[in-house]
């Protein structure tokens, strides 16, 4: 039997007996994601899976704005407050429309091009890390965890699967998020994408987190609430599961998501789990 067989096809007692090689991880050149072998294995199997992962299921990885915790109202208040400031969008405040479609999950490098193109790069720096800074005065009094997530993290932890969080946030903003959701312990890892060659919606953070795992993209999937996340997570290879808390739905849906969920109490995601769910004490 093919070991490139979709999880939800395969009998348990043949699963127990799959083995499976890692893969070279080669840097994909495009956001765009051709058809994987993975995606064009999925579609000839036509698997009744809500998410097509190949057995056994060894990975989780994790958006962390959005996604562990209901950041994007505090972002979306200090950028608005800031630009105004500066008299961005001739003094007039930025709409949430304009934030989802232009800020929400962009790394603040490329946001120094894209927001200020009239300014020496350094000012622009300058003015990111200031709006950085008062992101985490104000995440500091008022973060709070998605709906459901401590049940999932229980879920992960309890099955012995292996987690990373994937982030284009500043290290300092994803480490205190972390931090004050008591998740600490509970990452193996937190890759940075302004640390990698490439941030999302390039997949190479994803990439990387894969190749620190040790685990192949095909017994992995990802959580991701942008656009440019859920792009760089599919074009990794993996299917990926929106958090559809703040960004439109057929947006997250067009830009590649398997499905979308509102939080981690989602009974579609639920249902999906428990068909991925692994035999670990074979």
């Known amino acids: 039997m093919s070991a490139l067989v979709s999880l939800c096809s395969v009998p348990l007692y043949v699963q127990n007996k799959q083995f499976y090689s890692t ?4 840097k994909i050149a ?3 994601p051709q058809m994987s072998l993975s995606s064009s294995i999925f579609n000839q199997h036509e698997s009744k899976c809500l998410l097509p992962v190949d057995a056994p299921l060894k990975a989780i990885l994790f958006d962390i704005d959005g996604t562990l915790c209901d950041s994007d109202p505090i972002h979306y208040y200090a950028f608005r407050e800031m630009l105004q400031e500066i008299g961005f ?26 927001l200020f ?18 992101f985490r005065r104000i995440a500091s ?11 999932v993290c229980k879920w992960i932890e309890d099955r012995g699967l292996k987690r990373a969080a994937v982030t284009n946030a500043p290290r300092p903003n994803a480490e205190l998020i972390i931090s004050m959701l008591g998740l600490s312990d509970f990452f193996e890892l937190l890759i940075i994408g302004s640390e990698c ?8 953070p994803y990439l990387k987190a894969l190749q620190e795992l040790g685990v192949s993209p095909k017994h992995a999937f990802v959580f991701e609430d942008s656009i440019s996340g859920i792009k760089a997570g599919v074009a990794a290879g993996m299917p990926v599961v929106g958090l559809g808390l703040r960004n439109p739905e057929k947006l997250l849906s067009e830009a590649g998501a398997t499905f979308v969920i509102k939080d981690f109490n989602d009974s579609k995601l639920w249902t999906a789990l428990e068909e991925l769910e692994p035999e670990i004490h074979a």
Not at 23 to 26: E, G, K, T
Not at 141 to 151: A, D, H, S, V
């Open 89 to 114: 969008n001739g003094g007039a405040p930025i709409s949430e429309e304009f934030f989802v479609k232009n800020i929400s999950g962009m790394h603040n490098d490329e946001l120094c091009h894209v």
């Open 23 to 26: 893969i070279n991880f080669s």
């Open 30 to 32: 495009t956001v765009v």
């Open 197 to 204: 060659e490439r941030a999302k919606p390039f997949p190479d």
């Open 141 to 151: 009094e008022q973060l709070k965890p998605l709906n459901g997530l401590e049940e």
């Open 117 to 134: 193109l009239d300014w020496e790069f350094e000012r622009a720096v300058k003015f990111m890390d200031d709006k950085e800074d008062m």
